[in-house]
């Protein structure tokens, strides 16, 4: 017997206008346009979801796909040596927190994806990551995302 539940949804946080910033909004590009994910997908980047907008997109999502399993993306700095490397999170993610924006806690399953090391200057880490390396990292992370989705997929029926 198969639950059926209902599809996932994917929030992918940041700008396209601030180059380590623009991982969501890649990582929503590719699951749609590469992987033609089963899910609802909100920001991309002719459609972001940032710091501006994301509490409209949190409540429409809390009140549209309130039973629905909740997968968040977001940028954020780390250590030099953790630069390229993902974050994983069983309780979603807090966006904004490299710039100190105070956005809330949202999501199920977070995905952070370390595009540049923190500084005391963490908006010009950001414009300057590395273009490529934001590039396969937010590859990484849609493959991810789409693995996770595919399997709840088959084991749940939605």
């Known amino acids: 017997m198969r639950i059926t539940v209902p599809k996932p949804v994917v929030i992918c946080i940041g700008t396209p206008k601030v180059r380590g910033d623009s991982l969501g909004p890649r990582v929503g590009d590719i ?3 590469e992987y033609k994910l089963d899910a609802y997908v909100y920001g991309r980047t002719r459609s972001p979801v940032t710091g501006l907008n994301c509490n409209k997109y949190f409540e429409h999502i809390r009140t549209h796909h309130a039973q629905s399993l909740i997968v968040a993306v977001d940028a954020c700095l780390g250590k030099s040596s953790d630069v390229g ?3 994983y999170s069983l309780e979603g993610l807090r966006a904004g927190s490299a710039l100190g924006k105070i956005l809330g806690k949202f999501g199920d399953v ?10 005391e200057d963490n908006l010009g880490s950001l414009q ?6 934001v590039d396969i990292l937010s590859r990484k992370i ?10 709840l997929r088959l084991s749940y029926n939605f």
């Not at 977070?110 to 500084?119: C, I, N, R, T």
């Not at 849609?142 to 399997?151: D, V």
């Open 85 to 87: 490397k993902i974050k």
């Open 128 to 133: 300057n990551a590395d273009d490529l390396a």
């Open 142 to 151: 849609a493959k991810k995302i789409q693995n996770l989705i595919e399997n």
């Open 110 to 119: 977070g995905f952070l994806g370390v595009v540049a090391p923190k500084s």
């Open 31 to 33: 699951l749609i346009e």
